[in-house]
């Protein structure tokens, strides 16, 4: 066994040890034997638009934790990596490329156009796996999948035949969300509204044979599109005018005044002008009043031929001509400002114009229907609970709009419709048709429409592992076990797997979602490149190691719950690392030669005589895999971690290993050789509680000290033996007194290296006490010659520091062991004179006339507050000279 590095090095580590587990197979999960339940995480696929960024690190440091736990407790263990086309967001990214180079989309024409775009994947595709295996997920890479996979392409085939056949995908012509960036339709989910600062445009809308109706709107180029008029039936300053026609500002054309409940008398004028093609409740009111649908706007954002002489005009542009237009024409009554909602595109953050389009669209109230009764149910669990009401009302099956799942992209997976030139057929079929199949006839052509992401996305449960085909892996690992995601796709992307799932397999694709929150900086902001806050995980890696991110990551997160990320808590877990190397270093020094599982043989047989320390620390650590393997069942990842950092560094680290010293530093060999058994064996069970959260450092350290097997990732996750509730209790006796003298120490400013002396008055924990004189000696700086454990004292020294350590155990510090006495009191002189100089200042100023009534309320209470501390402080001064005598 080689000889631990004096300091832990990741970068000498993390490349190496990564090589090696992949070479060993321990990625790849074992046989399923029948019967048995696997542990399976679809990994949620990056898009491949870029390089991953920390939500990325998040997300692939719980599910390897995940994994890695599940892979140690013996279960056949799968994750099955993989990366998505992310239609509209990668085409965006190379069209941005593209125009790097002076050219655009239409430049290259389609089919060159995807062959840019699959370069693109191939660069980015590796970059983000390059990534994943620099944060040591132990995901097998022979299973990695691409939602454009030949596989997967089928799979998207075969499931929107399915739903065609089954009537649930139809065709049709409704009002969408329009991207004029992007000119696609988009999702209302993939629509972010923001508060803008806006304009509120008043203006009169001119009746047939003379007057006007004052009408508001923020919109004023969207009046071309106008078809009606519309006020309050029960408003009774429009009651006269229901019924007349008015006239659309600039183009004349007539349109009828209707009366409608829709209309909110108390905002603006009270009158709404009525654009059913580019309002989504002007839509609702035109098809209940049966009004025409005008499209004002082209797909790129200009205006139609329906603008009239506005035609061909940027939508913004046309605002301004026609509002100066109908300034001229003596229409306009005012302009103030108003902030208002404005849907934007969230990939090309474009101004989104809602757009009569003929689309694709999905039936999805049956879907839905079973998708809310598998979580309804408890099928289907929600991660934290609170967002399982999120979902329901999401996915109200009375409420749930068709999902629209077409769009205008070159980059996607182009929907397999034919339509025939001759009789105007659909053919819809998993291969390429040759012929109509309603004619004959071979003059037919594909849909030019792409599919949403998300509707690959949706299968990506059971596609990866085969489905449609009846493979060896969809049997062993669907259903999967756990989806790991960030809440804010909970709609976009769970909600419709679980959709799929149900329908395609007739089985929920998962039995748990477990949703984490949103990654912020220390002044809680996002991450953005605009904010120049963004980390990227390999710098944080290059210059903290993989562990110290990863734990970081997992301590600082809660279930749903955004977390604050800063450099401070990454360096200190960086330290905590160097912590465990140091104190493994110490163990394996120590164990150099010595058989340890001659040892363990003998503990696990309880013939290995322990003292109290031993049973303590063996206690403590069998609790703590309780807790860990509790709060680990219950998806507390991040107190699990915070729990183990604590008995680490705490209890083992600078308890157990400074009494164990005692020992292997003495003369007895069996006494020395029981400490080595018992710091090997909770070291080591503690490093198998670890690893799932600091894979490499563990690994690293286990290779080093005795062990059994060939790595620790596949090393079993270590089971609690009883507790010793009596162990525990005594030596947390015997830890408060050295805490109490530690503490007195640091009070009076004793020398490190000075021995004091302690006389304790016992009562009935004397024989513990003085069983622990050696610990208590040498943890506490104590002289044991001048230290004297009695069950009563019946004088105590004086002068000394008193401590109580417990209800019926006092301590005794003579105080000239600790000070100087002469130079402390007049130390103490000293500053009881500068704080009572303090207390007059501050009693002087609270007095002032004016001070408390004219300073602000704030100040006056900080020199409060200062007045009370000076006060305190010398009561304790005062206390601390008359100790002296």
């Given at each position: 066994?080689?000889?631990?590095?004096?300091?832990?090095?990741?970068?000498?580590?993390?490349?190496?040890?990564?090589?090696?587990?992949?070479?060993?197979?321990?990625?790849?999960?074992?046989?399923?034997?029948?019967?048995?339940?696997?542990?399976?995480?679809?990994?949620?696929?990056?898009?491949?638009?870029?390089?991953?960024?920390?939500?990325?690190?998040?997300?692939?440091?719980?599910?390897?934790?995940?994994?890695?736990?599940?892979?140690?407790?013996?279960?056949?263990?799968?994750?099955?990596?993989?990366?998505?086309?992310?239609?509209?967001?990668?085409?965006?990214?190379?069209?941005?490329?593209?125009?790097?180079?002076?050219?655009?989309?239409?430049?290259?024409?389609?089919?060159?156009?995807?062959?840019?775009?699959?370069?693109?994947?191939?660069?980015?595709?590796?970059?983000?796996?390059?990534?994943?295996?620099?944060?040591?997920?132990?995901?097998?890479?022979?299973?990695?999948?691409?939602?454009?996979?030949?596989?997967?392409?089928?799979?998207?085939?075969?499931?929107?035949?399915?739903?065609?056949?089954?009537?649930?995908?139809?065709?049709?012509?409704?009002?969408?969300?329009?991207?004029?960036?992007?000119?696609?339709?988009?999702?209302?989910?993939?629509?972010?509204?923001?508060?803008?600062?806006?304009?509120?445009?008043?203006?009169?809308?001119?009746?047939?044979?003379?007057?006007?109706?004052?009408?508001?709107?923020?919109?004023?180029?969207?009046?071309?599109?106008?078809?009606?008029?519309?006020?309050?039936?029960?408003?009774?300053?429009?009651?006269?005018?229901?019924?007349?026609?008015?006239?659309?500002?600039?183009?004349?054309?007539?349109?009828?005044?209707?009366?409608?409940?829709?209309?909110?008398?108390?905002?603006?004028?009270?009158?709404?002008?009525?654009?059913?093609?580019?309002?989504?409740?002007?839509?609702?009111?035109?098809?209940?009043?049966?009004?025409?649908?005008?499209?004002?706007?082209?797909?790129?954002?200009?205006?139609?031929?329906?603008?009239?002489?506005?035609?061909?005009?940027?939508?913004?542009?046309?605002?301004e001509k026609l509002w100066a237009d109908m300034a001229a024409a003596g229409l306009t009554l005012s302009v103030e400002d108003h902030v208002h909602a404005t849907g934007h595109c969230e990939r090309c953050h474009t101004v989104v114009e809602p757009l009569i389009s003929t689309q694709w669209f999905v039936r999805i109230r049956p879907l839905a229907e079973a998708a809310y009764a598998a979580v309804q149910d408890g099928r289907i669990r929600i991660i934290p609970e609170r967002f399982t009401k999120i979902y329901f009302n999401w996915m109200d099956p009375d409420t749930i709009r068709d999902w629209c799942i077409s769009r205008q992209l070159w980059w996607g997976h182009r929907i397999p419709v034919w339509y025939c030139d001759d009789c105007g057929g659909q053919t819809c079929t998993v291969a390429d048709p040759t012929a109509c199949a309603h004619c004959g006839s071979d003059h037919i052509h594909q849909e030019e429409d792409v599919l949403d992401t998300w509707f690959s996305s949706g299968l990506w449960p059971f596609s990866t592992l085969g489905w449609p085909e009846e493979t060896d892996d969809l049997h062993d690992f669907y259903p999967t076990s756990v989806l790991e995601t960030g809440y804010d796709i909970l709609f976009f992307w769970v909600a419709r797997m679980i959709m799929l799932g149900l329908e395609m397999t007739g089985e929920i694709p998962f039995d748990t979602v477990y949703l984490h929150g949103l990654l912020r900086d220390e002044k809680g902001r996002k991450y953005s490149k605009s904010l120049g806050n963004a980390l990227d995980p390999l710098d944080m890696i290059?210059?903290?190691?993989?562990?110290?991110?990863?734990?970081?990551?997992?301590?600082?997160?809660?279930?749903?719950?955004?977390?604050?990320?800063?450099?401070?808590?990454?360096?200190?877990?960086?330290?905590?690392?160097?912590?465990?190397?140091?104190?493994?270093?110490?163990?394996?020094?120590?164990?150099?030669?010595?058989?340890?599982?001659?040892?363990?043989?003998?503990?696990?047989?309880?013939?290995?005589?322990?003292?109290?320390?031993?049973?303590?620390?063996?206690?403590?650590?069998?609790?703590?895999?309780?807790?860990?393997?509790?709060?680990?069942?219950?998806?507390?990842?991040?107190?699990?971690?915070?729990?183990?950092?604590?008995?680490?560094?705490?209890?083992?680290?600078?308890?157990?290993?400074?009494?164990?010293?005692?020992?292997?530093?003495?003369?007895?060999?069996?006494?020395?050789?029981?400490?080595?058994?018992?710091?090997?064996?909770?070291?080591?069970?503690?490093?198998?509680?670890?690893?799932?959260?600091?894979?490499?450092?563990?690994?690293?350290?286990?290779?080093?000290?005795?062990?059994?097997?060939?790595?620790?990732?596949?090393?079993?996750?270590?089971?609690?033996?009883?507790?010793?509730?009596?162990?525990?209790?005594?030596?947390?006796?015997?830890?408060?007194?050295?805490?109490?003298?530690?503490?007195?120490?640091?009070?009076?400013?004793?020398?490190?290296?000075?021995?004091?002396?302690?006389?304790?008055?016992?009562?009935?924990?004397?024989?513990?006490?003085?069983?622990?004189?050696?610990?208590?000696?040498?943890?506490?700086?104590?002289?044991?010659?001048?230290?004297?454990?009695?069950?009563?004292?019946?004088?105590?020294?004086?002068?000394?520091?008193?401590?109580?350590?417990?209800?019926?155990?006092?301590?005794?510090?003579?105080?000239?062991?600790?000070?100087?006495?002469?130079?402390?009191?007049?130390?103490?002189?000293?500053?009881?004179?500068?704080?009572?100089?303090?207390?007059?200042?501050?009693?002087?100023?609270?007095?002032?006339?004016?001070?408390?009534?004219?300073?602000?309320?704030?100040?006056?209470?900080?020199?409060?507050?200062?007045?009370?501390?000076?006060?305190?402080?010398?009561?304790?001064?005062?206390?601390?000279?008359?100790?002296?005598?």
């Amino acid at each position: 066994m080689s000889e631990m590095a004096k300091r832990y090095d990741p970068k000498n580590v993390e490349q190496r040890l990564y090589a090696w587990w992949e070479e060993r197979g321990y990625f790849k999960p074992r046989p399923v034997a029948e019967g048995e339940t696997s542990f399976v995480i679809s990994m949620p696929p990056p898009n491949v638009t870029g390089a991953l960024h920390m939500g990325h690190a998040l997300t692939a440091s719980l599910e390897d934790f995940m994994i890695r736990y599940h892979r140690m407790r013996g279960e056949p263990t799968l994750w099955v990596p993989g990366t998505d086309h992310a239609g509209i967001a990668t085409q965006n990214v190379v069209e941005r490329a593209l125009e790097k180079e002076g050219l655009s989309r239409q430049d290259l024409g389609r089919e060159k156009f995807v062959e840019r775009v699959w370069k693109w994947r191939e660069e980015y595709g590796q970059r983000i796996t390059i990534q994943h295996r620099r944060l040591g997920v132990s995901c097998d890479w022979d299973r990695e999948r691409f939602t454009f996979d030949e596989g997967l392409s089928h799979a998207v085939r075969v499931a929107f035949n399915r739903l065609y056949e089954k009537g649930l995908i139809y065709r049709g012509t409704y009002l969408v969300n329009w991207c004029p960036r992007c000119e696609s339709a988009i999702s209302d989910l993939e629509v972010e509204h923001e508060d803008e600062a806006g304009k509120l445009y008043t203006f009169r809308y001119p009746l047939e044979g003379g007057g006007y109706i004052p009408v508001a709107t923020t919109r004023p180029e969207t009046i071309l599109g106008d078809t009606a008029v519309a006020v309050h039936p029960d408003d009774d300053r429009y009651r006269g005018v229901v019924g007349r026609t008015a006239l659309v500002p600039m183009l004349d054309r007539p349109v009828p005044v209707i009366a409608d409940s829709y209309v909110d008398r108390d905002f603006g004028t009270g009158a709404l002008k009525i654009t059913p093609g580019h309002d989504p409740n002007d839509y609702e009111v035109g098809q209940r009043h049966k009004l025409p649908i005008i499209n004002a706007l082209n797909e790129d954002g200009t205006m139609s031929k329906a603008a009239g002489p506005y035609a061909g005009l940027d939508r913004y542009a046309c605002r301004e001509k026609l509002w100066a237009d109908m300034a001229a024409a003596g229409l306009t009554l005012s302009v103030e400002d108003h902030v208002h909602a404005t849907g934007h595109c969230e990939r090309c953050h474009t101004v989104v114009e809602p757009l009569i389009s003929t689309q694709w669209f999905v039936r999805i109230r049956p879907l839905a229907e079973a998708a809310y009764a598998a979580v309804q149910d408890g099928r289907i669990r929600i991660i934290p609970e609170r967002f399982t009401k999120i979902y329901f009302n999401w996915m109200d099956p009375d409420t749930i709009r068709d999902w629209c799942i077409s769009r205008q992209l070159w980059w996607g997976h182009r929907i397999p419709v034919w339509y025939c030139d001759d009789c105007g057929g659909q053919t819809c079929t998993v291969a390429d048709p040759t012929a109509c199949a309603h004619c004959g006839s071979d003059h037919i052509h594909q849909e030019e429409d792409v599919l949403d992401t998300w509707f690959s996305s949706g299968l990506w449960p059971f596609s990866t592992l085969g489905w449609p085909e009846e493979t060896d892996d969809l049997h062993d690992f669907y259903p999967t076990s756990v989806l790991e995601t960030g809440y804010d796709i909970l709609f976009f992307w769970v909600a419709r797997m679980i959709m799929l799932g149900l329908e395609m397999t007739g089985e929920i694709p998962f039995d748990t979602v477990y949703l984490h929150g949103l990654l912020r900086d220390e002044k809680g902001r996002k991450y953005s490149k605009s904010l120049g806050n963004a980390l990227d995980p390999l710098d944080m890696i290059a210059q903290y190691g993989t562990d110290a991110l990863r734990f970081t990551l997992m301590t600082g997160s809660t279930p749903g719950n955004d977390m604050k990320l800063s450099e401070t808590r990454l360096e200190a877990n960086r330290n905590f690392a160097n912590k465990i190397w140091n104190a493994a270093r110490f163990v394996a020094g120590n164990c150099a030669g010595f058989d340890a599982r001659q040892g363990v043989q003998k503990l696990e047989s309880g013939a290995l005589p322990l003292e109290l320390a031993d049973r303590w620390i063996l206690s403590r650590h069998n609790r703590l895999i309780r807790k860990a393997n509790r709060l680990i069942e219950s998806y507390q990842f991040g107190e699990a971690g915070r729990q183990i950092y604590d008995f680490l560094w705490s209890e083992f680290c600078d308890w157990y290993i400074e009494m164990s010293k005692l020992r292997l530093y003495g003369d007895d060999p069996q006494a020395a050789d029981t400490a080595r058994t018992v710091l090997v064996t909770v070291l080591d069970r503690t490093l198998r509680l670890l690893h799932p959260f600091m894979p490499f450092v563990t690994e690293e350290i286990w290779q080093h000290l005795p062990h059994e097997g060939e790595s620790l990732m596949i090393a079993p996750w270590p089971e609690a033996a009883p507790l010793d509730d009596a162990a525990e209790a005594d030596m947390a006796l015997v830890m408060d007194f050295v805490r109490a003298v530690r503490n007195a120490r640091a009070e009076y400013d004793v020398e490190p290296k000075r021995r004091i002396a302690a006389v304790v008055a016992a009562g009935a924990q004397r024989d513990l006490l003085a069983g622990q004189s050696a610990i208590i000696a040498s943890l506490g700086r104590v002289d044991s010659a001048q230290l004297r454990i009695e069950e009563a004292i019946a004088e105590p020294p004086a002068p000394a520091v008193s401590l109580v350590v417990a209800s019926d155990v006092m301590a005794y510090l003579p105080l000239a062991g600790l000070v100087d006495l002469e130079k402390e009191r007049s130390r103490l002189a000293r500053a009881i004179e500068t704080t009572q100089g303090d207390i007059a200042r501050g009693e002087e100023l609270l007095a002032r006339a004016g001070f408390v009534a004219k300073a602000p309320a704030a100040v006056v209470q900080r020199e409060r507050e200062r007045l009370a501390g000076a006060r305190e402080r010398l009561a304790h001064l005062q206390e601390r000279r008359a100790a002296l005598g």
